[in-house]
């Protein structure tokens, strides 16, 4: 099986080692997750009381748990589609396919690796959040499920990313539409309620709206597990249609290149 | 051991078909290193990423040691040593160590087996004074002989290696093939290449494609003796369909190199054995088909003159 040394090689090696070899974008990556916060910081200062009609106690706090999670899954999306783009151009991705564990080893690592990075990043926006004294009041069990359930709907949606990927090569509508429409549709950075009704419809199709809204209950309300359970139950409706749906799309796709041989760029 | 039973594989793109392979036969034993020869496009790659079951035929059958590539191609890739063209195939920030241990890692290695399989393997291909630089400041040779070293990292029965020694100097190359001779003494190899001089050296069988029909195959032996002696020509002005038998030009001569029972007008210069080159020149077609129809007929002689 030798799942340390694939931790090792994807986590470390491939991940880490890389990452970290391109020091300029390192920097520009960790002030990436670092700047919104205080944009938003101070856009909430500035309007006040204003958003408390809306049913926000604070802003802050708010905000706070939207960015430390929206890179879940909108940066575990691109990240992965990019990197089966560039194995595809650099021809590593024939020696994926031959791997042990083939492509869903790939995949599935390489989303680990996605979610390391979202974490550390995760990690330092929730610490500058208790800088900025937001009353953190956390349910362990509670946040660990819909943090769970959050991770593997990403999973689901990477899936169907990458495979749009090994289809179409570029323009990938998947990946456009998460990098592009999450700040905007899934109650990021301002609750999904003050949208026109026919694009909060929409945004109630994002799994990461419910995470977001479930992970405000139980990382600043303290809800258990009984509190949140209408919205486990819609995440848990996401991850049975995504799970299966993503797997059976990604490995047609491969499939798919395999006869048309298109793996590496033809 | 390698079988291949009357593989097929037609492209389409864009409404054209491309026929790449057509019903291509022929069997490899243990220990047997073979060369697979052909112009541009005559459907090597296809071929070598069929049996890597990276590609999969439309017709016809393939079993690596016995197990056929599409219905298990999952047991067939242990079973494989793959060496692929592109030699950006490996993470250029990374040291040669380094991504040999990521391959093996995601072969299936444990870290430990990683570290000391990678070592041993750096040795082997005289590359472990390198092992620490990053990949991108390797030699095309060194990058070559790296990705020898992943192809063996499970110890494969098989290795499959497409144009391997591309871009090598002389002096590498030569002591890759005396480590592919070591290595192909207990496994199958097939090559494919477009250096004769060196599928001579290395090669005990030849398979020779065209337009992506296997047209000859047999060992270097075998072959020469087929096409038995050339004879150097001088001539005037060759037929269209000499052309690619030209080996030397001055201002009123051509000089063909045929053999020896075809027809050609002129002044016989001398006589020589066939060399695999030969047997190539005589059996294939001219060029690739592509770039036949881009130079135009008669173009040839503009050049020549
Ligand atoms: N994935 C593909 N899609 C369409 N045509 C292809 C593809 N792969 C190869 N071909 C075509 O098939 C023929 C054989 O190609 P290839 O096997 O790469 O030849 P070789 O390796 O001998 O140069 C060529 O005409 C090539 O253009
Ligand atoms: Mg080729």
Same mark, same amino acid.
């Given at each position: ?30 002030? %990436? ?20 009609? $809306? ?9 706070? &748990?939207?960015? =430390? ?72 069990? %509670?946040?660990?499920?819909?943090? =769970? ?8 949606? %990477? ?17 456009? $539409?998460?990098?592009? $429409? ?19 419809? &929409? ?34 409706? $996401? ?28 | ?16 078909? /491309? ?44 079993? *690596? ?31 040669? @160590?380094?991504?040999? @241990? ?21 040795? !082997? ?33 098989? /290795?499959? !290696? ?8 002389? /002096? ?16 199958? *190899? ?5 250096? @004769? ?81 030969? *047997?190539?020149?005589?059996? +294939? ?5 592509? +770039? ?14």
């Amino acid at each position: 099986m030798g799942v340390l040394s694939k931790l090792y090689a994807y986590i470390y090696l491939r991940g880490f080692r890389i990452w970290s070899s391109y020091k300029t974008q390192m920097v520009l990556n960790v002030l %990436s997750w670092i700047l919104p916060v205080f944009t938003y910081y101070f856009v909430g200062t500035s309007l006040g009381g204003e958003l408390e009609s $809306f049913g926000i106690s604070s802003y802050t706090a708010f905000v706070v &748990i939207g960015l =430390a999670f929206q890179g879940y899954v909108s940066s575990t999306i691109t990240t992965i589609s990019q990197r089966l783009r560039n194995e595809q151009l650099y021809g590593t991705i024939e020696y994926y396919v031959l791997s042990e564990g083939g492509v869903l080893s790939f995949l599935i690592y390489s989303a680990l690796w996605g979610f390391t990075i979202n974490s550390v990043n995760a990690g330092v926006i929730l610490g500058i959040g208790e800088l900025l004294h937001v009353d953190f009041h956390v349910n362990v069990l %509670s946040t660990l499920i819909v943090f =769970a359930l959050l991770l593997s709907s990403a999973l689901g949606l %990477s899936m169907i990313s990458a495979g749009f990927t090994m289809l179409v090569k570029q323009g990938n509508p998947i990946s456009f $539409f998460f990098s592009t $429409f999450t700040t905007l549709m899934s109650g990021t950075v301002f609750p999904v309620t003050v949208l026109p009704s026919w694009i909060k419809d &929409i945004s109630l199709a994002i799994p990461l709206t419910w995470a977001l809204e479930g992970l405000r209950f139980t990382m600043l309300e303290g809800y258990g597990i009984g509190g949140v359970l209408g919205i486990v139950e819609v995440l848990l409706l $996401f991850n049975a249609v995504l799970l299966p749906l993503g797997g059976w799309f990604y490995l047609y796709s491969f499939n798919r290149s395999r006869r048309k041989g298109t793996l590496s760029e033809y | 051991m390698i079988e291949v039973d009357k593989i097929s594989k037609t492209f389409r793109v864009k409404g054209k078909e /491309i026929r790449a392979l057509d019903k291509i036969s022929f069997q490899l034993g243990k220990g047997e290193i073979c060369g697979l020869v052909g112009h541009n496009g005559a459907g090597k790659t296809t071929l070598i990423k069929i049996l890597s079951t990276l590609i999969v035929p439309d017709a016809g059958e393939a079993r *690596v040691e016995n197990h056929d590539v599409v219905k298990e191609a999952n047991f067939v890739r242990k079973l494989l040593g793959v060496m692929t063209v592109s030699e950006r195939a490996f993470y250029y920030r990374l040291t040669g @160590m380094e991504n040999l @241990m990521f391959f093996a890692s995601i072969r299936g290695l444990s870290l430990s087996e990683a570290r000391s399989r990678a070592k041993e393997l750096l040795e !082997m291909v005289g590359l472990l004074e390198w092992k620490d630089i990053p990949y991108m400041k390797y030699s095309t040779g060194m990058a070559r002989k790296l990705a020898l070293a992943r192809a063996l990292i499970t110890d494969p029965p098989v /290795i499959l !290696m497409d144009e391997p020694t591309l871009g090598m100097d002389p /002096i590498s190359s030569r002591e890759f093939r005396r480590l592919v001779e070591s290595l192909g003494r207990n496994r199958t *190899v097939l090559m494919t290449s477009h250096n @004769m001089v060196e599928v001579e050296d290395l090669a005990d069988r030849v398979v020779i494609l065209n337009r992506g029909k296997l047209i000859a195959s047999g060992s270097p032996r075998e072959l020469k003796e087929r096409v038995g002696t050339m004879k150097l020509v001088r001539t005037k002005m060759p037929d269209s369909r000499l052309r690619k038998y030209i080996v030397g030009l001055s201002d009123q001569y051509f000089i063909l190199r045929v053999p020896e029972n075809m027809n050609v007008e002129g002044d016989e210069v001398s006589r020589e054995p066939a060399t695999l080159e030969d *047997v190539f020149v005589s059996l +294939t077609d001219e060029v690739d088909s592509t +770039t036949n129809r881009s130079r135009g007929g008669g173009g040839w002689r503009r050049w020549a003159s």
